[in-house]
């Protein structure tokens, strides 16, 4: 009798639970986790699962130590199994970003247990289709981001001074963005626009539109080593706009360049181009995949 101990992680986009993942295997691999009563630590990325394979070949091509070693599904399902199965933890991240139906024996091992007796981490943002699973979880936590004393900490850090760090904190709470520095990346990114301006964003749509030109902005600049005029950037999130809504309407997950009319020719859109690409999160292909019940059309 298989005997899965699933602990479930959610949290809304940005908020660290991939990081988190790869912080417990780093720790562990570095003998400094409490984790250390497992032999076997496998991380897996449900963004990157598109087949059929068995979850010991999923792992194993996931994994360049294991496939370089030539290790084989046999082997890895023996260290998976009942002998050595309770020693053996898989973190798998992105629930949410996983089609259900794509592999049946990750459908089955999350919505059954039958996945040996291995202990298993499994992250997702919050959605409804992970609520079908919660009758598996044996247990479950909520990574809710920084707190306003962690925002103050880390502005003070990054600014170098806690006078302007409380500042940032009393700006961000007036113009009612507080709410967003829980996410790290975004607290980041607004302690760098507070020290080139001296000031916060005055709404969160603001907020929105200063983070995304900060980052078209350094991404261009590290690749090409110019910076874009403003109504570059106006066009190119313009243009960014059809092709998310062109997707949206073919039902795909992937950003359908051709699908666009581009009325326009510059050369900043090679820069669009480097900016996206640095992003790794977005291509510009063709998928046979299609959208399903459980995806959301997340283009960032």
Known sequence: MFNTIVLHISGIGGIGKSTILKYLALSWADGQSDLNKFDFVFHIALKHVNDKSSIANIIINQHAGLSANNVTEKEMVKILSVEFGTKSLILIDGYDEYHRGTNAEIDSALEKGSLWNCWVILTSRPFQAVDLLKPFFDAEAVITGFNEENVQNYASKFLENEERGATLLRLAKTNT??????????????????????????????????????????????????????KLVKKLLVLLGKMAWASLQENERQLLLNKVAIKFDFAGFIDYILFLSCQKKTTFCHTKRRMGANDHPYFF
């Not at 963005?177 to 000031?199: A, F, G, K, N, W």
């Open 177 to 230: 963005i507080v709410d967003m520095l829980q996410i790290p990346l975004i607290l980041q990114m607004t302690c760098v626009i507070y020290e080139s301006t001296q000031s916060v964003p005055e709404s969160k749509t603001e907020a929105a539109r200063s983070i995304v030109d900060l980052s078209i902005q350094y991404a261009v600049q590290r690749q090409a080593g110019s910076k874009v005029k403003p």
